[in-house]
């Protein structure tokens, strides 16, 4: 009964034709151990003409906290901010559906992140190729403790992410009325860019490095961006 109880983390999934890849993904999503009333997971099919659709529906009929949504293709710009319409979480992390994350690594970054009251907190992450070897793309490991603020971060640690590389507290998205601007590639670092003024404690976690595939489904247009993380020595931040 009662008021149902704010979720502590929404997972925002746009799908488009990615059918190889995305049981690995959802699958990867329900094995974090998180409790089941504590998160959503928000998957928008954005038109997809595969299989995509049905296996996103299936999984969002099995599973409560799954969400399905059906869109006309609009691209991934559009498809992350009709997640981002639906999301009612506390926290919000986008995970690309052609990406997974490792086993359990959700319930030490959330719980790092409400510890430390943090806006935003950075994720280190890899590119992995198919096979199986990985390669450090983003490291915000520069960052040490320290917490700062989106000034800072960019001007100060030039440091700037792409969509998939950090937990962000709603509230940032609410005060900088916060959208995806349709731009291919690029679009999540304009989001990220755009959200920095609005972040007022933004800290690095160092728990998980996550995966993402080095050869990406067609809605994945941010293969080229290397070098995102913070660009200066760690000697130089102090």
């Known amino acids: ?15 488009y034709n990615v059918a190889p890849y995305l049981r690995q993904c959802l699958d990867s999503l329900l094995a974090q151990g998180l409790e089941v ?5 928000i998957l928008i099919d954005d038109g997809s003409t595969d299989k995509s659709g049905e296996i996103a529906r299936a999984y969002a009929e099995r599973e409560p906290h799954f969400i399905y949504h059906h869109k006309e293709n609009g691209g991934l710009s559009s ?29 030490g970054l959330l719980a790092d992140a409400e510890a430390r009251r943090l806006d935003l907190c950075l994720l280190d992450w890899a590119d992995r190729y198919p096979d199986g070897t990985t ?14 603020t989106g ?15 950090f937990i962000m507290h709603r509230s940032v998205v609410e005060r900088g009325q916060l959208t995806f601007i349709p ?22 976690y160092s728990g998980v490095q996550l ?15 290397q070098g ?11």
């Open 1 to 15: 009964g009662g008021a149902a109880m704010t979720k502590k983390l929404s997972i925002l999934v746009p799908i």
């Open 37 to 41: 009333g504590s998160y959503e997971v």
């Open 79 to 107: 498809a992350r901010n009709a997640a981002l319409a639906l999301a009612s979480g506390e926290y919000l992390l986008h995970v690309d559906s052609d990406d997974w994350l490792e086993e359990g690594v959700l319930p």
């Open 135 to 148: 390669r450090p793309n983003i490291d915000f490991s520069a960052l040490g403790e320290r917490i700062v």
């Open 151 to 165: 000034r800072e971060l960019i001007h100060r640690h030039r440091c700037y992410a792409t969509s998939w590389s």
């Open 183 to 204: 731009i291919q590639p690029g679009e999540d670092v304009a989001f990220f860019i755009s959200a920095m003024p609005h972040c007022r404690r933004i800290g690095y």
């Open 211 to 225: 995966p993402a595939r080095a050869t990406r489904g067609d809605h994945a247009g941010t293969q080229g961006l």
């Open 228 to 238: 995102a993380g913070c660009g200066l020595p760690a000697a130089q931040l102090d």
